[in-house]
Every structure is written in C-alpha cells, then in structure tokens.
C-alpha cells in the first residue's frame, strides 16, 4: 500500500526569477589548458568578465579543502578550474536509459541542489572543472556512432552545462559539432534559463533540450542557485518555438526529478503539468523523463556535510533496498508508492500530452 512521505508544508516559489550568472571567485588554469586553443577561447571569455585569473604552475589542483567538509564545499563551489580531460575521459560509457553514451565538457555545478547527484559521483572537493581540450573530446565521438542508426550522446551527467556555458562557450560548440553528423544526436539538461545565444545556431534537429522541473515545494527548497521553474520553462519555450516566431526550433524535454511524494503531493504535481501546458502551448516535439528520489550511503553521507540543515528526508527506515549488478545498493520508495507515483504520472501526462514520448520512469 502506498504512502506519502511526510514534510514540513512548504510554500510555492513566490518569485519569478532568473538566475544570475554564477561568477566564480576564482578562476584557475593549469599550464596544459592554457597551451590549448578552446582554453584560450575560455580565457577570453572569463577576462571579458572581469573575473580574477590564476595561472598554476603544475597541471594539478590543490588548495581547495577546508577545515570542515562544508568549508571545502564552499571554496570548490567558488571556484572554476580550466583543466584538461585525462585519458580516462575519451573511453566512454553507456548511459541507459538516458542515451547511448555520455560524455563530459565539465565536472562539477554551480547550482546548490541538496540531493545532488553529484554527491557520491565525483571524488574530491566539488569544484567546477572545465575541459579546455573540446574539439579532441568531439572529435573522438565518432568512433562510437553506430552507422546508419542514430546514436545518441548525453553530455550532462557530471555538470549542467547552460550554468556554465557564458564561462566556456562549449555547449554552443557542442551544439554546433552535433549538426554536423547526420547519425548523431546531442541531449542535455539544465535548471538554468541562459539560452539566448543558443536559438540561432545550426542545430538540424540534432539536439534535445531539456528542462529538469520539480513541484514548487520541492524546487522552492532544495535547488538553491538555479532560476525558477517558470524561468526554465520559458526558457524551453524559446528553445521550442520555430525559428520563424523567434525560437530555437530544437526538440525539446522535460526531466521531472527527482519525484518526492511530500504531502498533497497530486496537487502540486498537477500544478506543475498547468505550468508546463501554458508554457508548451503549441505544437513541438516533446519528451518527458521521470526519475523518482533516490540516494545510496555514500551521497547520504556527503549531502549531511555538505547541507547539514536540509530537511531533505533520506530516512532508511521508509526505503526498499536496491542493489546493482556490482553490489552496491541505493534507497528506493516502496514498490505501493512506486507504483502509486508512476500511474498517476503516466495517466496525467499521456492525457494533457497526447503527442508527447514517456521515455522512462525510474
């Protein structure tokens, strides 16, 4: 039988806002960036803005860890460093059911969300690494295009890649590259609403855009340093819009995420599918994603120190256990509130979006 996990009641978003442009404290660039032409494509950039420039004499980053986990936290998240991807980088991996395969042009986020997938992902102090060496990293995709079939690449597992894109310029690149290979198609994600320069670049169809969206009690709450949901979603309807009415004319997405059922949990959600049909109100080529809250120990243990305050419930006792194919487990809802999530948004989407792809649910 299904529950509700219970909160404290929490109030929609009263601002429409968008967010302002995460401007790192510091910005470092190790000798190996600098030598390479898309590093001093960011190193323009970043002058541009005024923003103060560290040369490193070592290809390492140091110096970033406090004397807590929330200190260490704090000056990584203040902090963009302009590296180089390692070998490790150019062997990808698959990424179901997201896409075919994932690759990176950064690691790390600006954003402050308290279940942040991240946490648990990355080693280290959670600063924001950007690769200076993009075109390599384009230019291996190829060998794992499958010929004659679309193959689809992932680019925003370990960074959200608009948050970032007035620093490095390297979603547009992507972007652009994308178009280019008739077999091949870009998705990313972001809760960030920056996407004027992106409307007019020669796309062909070949990337999807997407919003990650969540009821306003839980956006309210946990996604600290991101723009509204209503500034995504009007940023999606610009993204969607033919280029004849001022558009991007891309496909586009919705990643619902993570689903939490708090208290009036229909409600809220119901709200949210308002939103998103007003914004969304013509024809377009839209896909929805709905991924349910989970986390394992290791993330647990790091959001604690990272956000000791969060009223984020990750409480084992009202979890099942899942484990994966290598052992390690994570903390799941129950398979009554499962099922009781997934019905309700299967049924309340197919019917207010008849035209619009459920990719999955997990």
């Known amino acids: 039988m299904s529950t509700a996990i219970t909160s404290p009641v929490i109030q929609s978003e009263p601002v429409v806002h968008k967010a302002r442009l ?17 590093g001093q494509q960011i190193l323009a950039r970043v002058q541009s ?34 590296v180089t991807a390692p070998p490790s980088q150019f062997k990808l991996s698959p990424i179901p059911p997201s896409a075919d395969w994932q690759f990176h042009l950064a690691e790390g986020c600006p954003a402050h969300c308290q279940y942040c997938y991240l946490a648990g992902s990355l080693q280290g102090p959670p600063v924001i690494r950007v690769f200076a060496n993009l075109p390599q990293i384009l230019d291996n995709l190829a060998a794992y295009e499958h010929p004659g079939e679309t193959t689809t690449f992932e680019v925003s597992c370990y960074t959200d890649p ?19 290979r008739p077999d091949a198609h870009l998705r990313w994600v972001s809760k960030f609403n920056g996407v004027d320069e992106l409307l ?19 956006s309210g709450r946990f996604e600290g340093g991101t723009a509204s949901v209503t500034s995504r979603l009007q940023a999606l309807r610009q993204l969607a819009l033919p280029h004849s009415q001022g558009g991007g004319g891309y496909p586009v997405g919705l990643v619902i995420a993570p689903i939490m059922p708090i208290e009036d949990w229909q ?22 994603e709905l991924i349910s809250h ?43 509130t ?8 299967e049924q309340e989407l197919t019917k207010r979006f008849p035209q619009a792809k459920i990719l999955y649910w997990t």
Not at 162 to 180: K, P, Q, V
């Open 22 to 38: 995460w401007l790192p404290e510091r910005v470092l660039f190790t000798p190996a960036a600098l030598e390479e032409p898309w």
């Open 338 to 345: 499962m099922k009781s999530l997934r019905h309700f948004f």
């Open 162 to 180: 608009l948050g970032i894109e007035h620093l490095t310029g390297s979603l547009a690149e992507c972007i652009r590259y994308f178009g280019t």
């Open 49 to 82: 803005l005024n923003l103060p420039v560290e040369e490193l004499s070592r290809n390492r980053v140091t110096g970033l860890r406090g004397e807590t986990e929330r200190e260490t936290y704090d000056i990584a998240k203040r902090t963009l460093a302009v």
């Open 294 to 336: 989970r986390f394992t120990p290791g993330s647990k243990e790091i959001l604690t120190s990272w956000y000791p305050q969060s009223k984020l419930d990750m409480d084992e006792s009202t979890r099942s256990v899942k484990r994966n194919k290598f052992g390690g487990l994570k903390y799941v809802y129950d398979s009554g």
């Open 200 to 218: 007019d670049l020669p796309h062909n169809g070949h990337t999807r855009c997407r919003m990650s969206v969540n009821a306003a009690p839980i």
């Open 267 to 288: 409600t809220h959600y119901s709200r949210l599918f308002d939103s998103i049909s007003s914004s969304l109100d013509f024809d377009c080529d839209l896909t929805f």
